[in-house]
């Protein structure tokens, strides 16, 4: 009998959620849940849950570049997905060590800035880190609009507006940007827009659930979307396949103490 072949291997860098339901916990679920390996180098250490972030400890870079070469030199990785960076020095060492692996691996950018709860989680002077070092290596950045007004200055309100922060973010360097416009309130539905700099764009959309439920959508996503690349979809199919993922998520997410509960990453095995 021939050995197991192992599963395509994504790598997380990201911060830790102490109550489970984003960060690191729900990429590593993520991962689990669309059948590839998951493996992680842990940015920061947050004290959250339900209701909110009530502290957060970046750890040094020095862990973290020892995090990523122990991974990256020995088991090797086929995608790698970004999340929680907390400080300019931070997002630049994992610039950084992004630039030393082989230009083919996908790189999916969440630029984590702003918790569900509205707690900050990405110190103002880190943008500049972000636009100018970490987007440009980005297969794709998935902002969500709280995120593209940090980044862009743009206050998005509508459908036409997602289109214009689009291209403004495609001019910082990422090859593909999805703006997530589940933020749109007065939308019937949740639609997100992905657009290339090949000129290739396409609005994706899903039923709007009615579930408070939602805590680590971002984290999820960019992580489904991820794991979808190192299986080997292109980037629209990576997407749409993401999205279907999360959407089911939302619809299942429950209620976990006196605040936001988390989206369901097992929702296909119940």
């Not at 994504?10 to 830790?16: D, E, F, H, M, W």
């Not at 689990?32 to 842990?42: E, K, P, Y």
């Not at 691996?105 to 636009?131: C, M, Q, T």
Request: charged share 20%; proline share 7%; aromatic share 4%.
């Amino acid at each position: 009998m021939s050995a197991p072949t192992a599963p395509p291997r994504v790598l997380t860098i990201a911060g830790s959620d102490s109550g489970g339901g984003a960060g690191i916990q729900a990429d590593l679920k993520t991962m689990l849940a669309l059948g590839v390996h998951g493996m992680s180098a842990l940015t920061a250490i947050t004290a959250q849950n339900s209701v909110g972030v009530q502290n957060f400890w970046p750890l040094p870079i020095e862990a973290v570049e020892q995090q990523f070469r122990s991974v990256v030199d020995d088991i090797g990785v086929d995608a790698v997905k970004t999340g929680m960076l907390a400080s300019p020095e931070l997002t630049s060492a994992v610039a950084r060590l992004i630039g030393t692996l082989d230009p083919r691996i996908p790189v999916v950018v969440d630029p984590v800035s702003v918790s569900k709860h509205g707690d900050p989680l990405l110190a103002p002077e880190a943008l500049d880190a972000l636009r100018d070092e970490l987007l440009p290596r980005a297969t794709v950045v998935t902002p969500n609009l709280d995120e593209v007004r940090l980044i862009t200055g743009l206050d998005v309100r509508g459908e036409d507006e997602m289109a214009s922060a689009a291209e403004a973010l495609l001019v910082l360097g990422p090859r593909w940007v999805l703006v997530k416009g589940g933020h749109l309130a007065a939308e019937p539905e949740s639609v997100d827009l992905l657009v290339g700099s090949d000129g290739t764009s396409e609005w994706l959309r899903a039923p709007r659930h009615d579930n408070r439920h939602t805590h680590g959508t971002g984290c999820t996503l960019a992580s489904a979307i991820a794991s979808r690349l190192a299986l080997g979809d292109d980037v629209p199919s990576a997407v749409r396949a993401a999205k279907e993922y999360v959407t089911g998520g939302i619809a299942a997410g429950f209620p976990l103490g006196a605040g936001i509960g988390p989206v369901d990453h097992g929702w296909r095995w119940r």
